[in-house]
């Protein structure tokens, strides 16, 4: 860090309030504070970083084991440089309010570095070394690396145990790199770690099917009085077995006309386009020349 800890100020949580932390922060000489319980906004800046950092970089996959803590410490060791060096952040400058309308102006943003540097509690020996770092740093290195080490914690998220050998997306030049901005919003979402999976389609029942036993007298109905409603065919249903239905099944009768009426409409109007297509296979054939004369005309003269 370019300037010194003074103090750390933590939530309730067991991984921060316990003796490891207590004993380091009285070795070190730094102050160590909580925060009241059920009160995030008194956290809010960290709350706030970890929505627009830690979140947008690593995704809500989850992580267990020490092979993934090393990928997740690699992930981190990679955007910490990338996030302080070269992503520039707004500051709330000042926020006032009139009745219900409230007026919030921001400072010029700026990245991490650049605060460090203006800041006037910082040894100049300290702001050298961070300049000569930053001269010495690549961004399109660091954020391709960025996108290695976030595959890797996509792989460790969707299999439980980090690959041996993990596909990673090529290296491009600035150039290439340059070029693709202007349509990279086309690529949609770049970040490996989130990718959603393919959902598989839900065609299994869950539950017993309770109009199994009594779908072809339905049917029977629905072909008969093709403009009744569902409920009206309920209505029967629980005139017919009281002891089997009830309102509670409206809802999946009336899910299971629709379709019936989807599928049948569907049906019909393939069979109307099919007849067509004969129709016009028909006409064509019937204007077709016969094979004698081939559609030709012999002129003689005498």
Same mark, same amino acid.
């Given at each position: ?11 309730n949580?067991?991984a921060?309030?316990? *003796? ?9 000489g730094?102050?160590?504070?909580r925060? +009241?319980?059920?009160?995030?906004? !008194? @956290?809010?800046? /960290? ?7 830690? &979140?947008? $970089?690593v995704?809500y996959?989850r992580? &267990?084991g020490? *092979?993934d803590?090393?990928?997740?410490a690699?992930?981190?060791a990679?955007s910490?440089?990338?996030i302080n ?9 000042s ?5 219900a ?6 400072e ?5 570095l650049?605060?460090v540097?203006r800041?006037?509690?910082?040894p100049?020996a300290t702001k050298r070394?961070?300049?000569? @770092?930053f001269r010495?740093? !690549?961004?399109?290195?660091l954020l391709?690396?960025m996108?290695?080490? @976030?595959h890797?914690v996509?792989q460790?998220? *969707?299999?439980?145990t ?11 030049s600035?150039?290439d790199f340059l070029?693709?901005?202007?349509t990279?919003w @086309? !690529? ?6 989130h ?5 598989v389609?839900?065609t299994?029942r869950s539950r ?6 009594t779908w072809p007298?339905?049917q029977q109905?629905l072909?008969s %009085?093709p403009?009744?409603t569902?409920k009206?065919l309920? *209505?029967?249903?629980?005139? $017919?077995?009281?002891?089997m ?5 409206? &809802?999946t009768?009336?899910?299971r /006309?629709k379709a019936? +009426?989807?599928?049948?409409?569907? %049906?019909?109007?393939?069979?109307i386009?099919g007849?067509a297509d004969?129709v ?12 004698q004369n081939n ?8």
């Open positions: 860090m370019p300037f010194p800890l003074r103090g750390l100020d933590c939530d949580d067991s921060f309030m316990n *003796e490891a932390v207590f004993d380091f922060c009285k070795a070190t730094i102050e160590l504070t925060s +009241r319980a059920y009160k995030k906004n !008194d @956290q809010a800046w /960290v709350e706030q970083k970890n929505g627009s950092v830690v &979140r947008r $970089l995704g996959g992580l &267990r020490l *092979e803590t090393e990928a997740l690699t992930l981190y990679v910490r440089l990338y060096f070269f992503q520039p952040s707004f500051k709330l400058k926020k006032t309010r009139h009745g309308r409230v007026t919030k102006h921001y010029a943003p700026l990245t991490p650049e605060r540097l800041s006037t509690s910082v100049e070394r961070l300049r000569a @770092q010495a740093l !690549d961004p399109l290195d391709c690396r996108r290695e080490a @976030q890797r996509a460790c998220s *969707e299999s439980g980090a690959p041996k050998e993990a596909k990673t997306p090529g290296r491009v600035l150039a070029a693709s901005l202007g990279a @086309q !690529d949609g979402e770049v970040r490996p770690t990718h959603r999976k393919a959902r389609p839900h299994w017993e099917d309770p109009f199994e036993h007298t339905i109905w072909e %009085e403009g009744i569902a009206k309920h *209505e029967r249903l629980v005139a $017919l077995a009281p002891a239905y009830s309102g509670a099944q409206l &809802r009768l009336q899910r /006309v019936w +009426r989807s599928n049948r409409a569907r %049906e019909l109007v393939t069979r386009l007849d004969a016009k296979a028909g006409a064509a054939t019937q204007h077709q020349p016969s094979p559609g030709t005309v012999t002129i003689t003269r005498e």
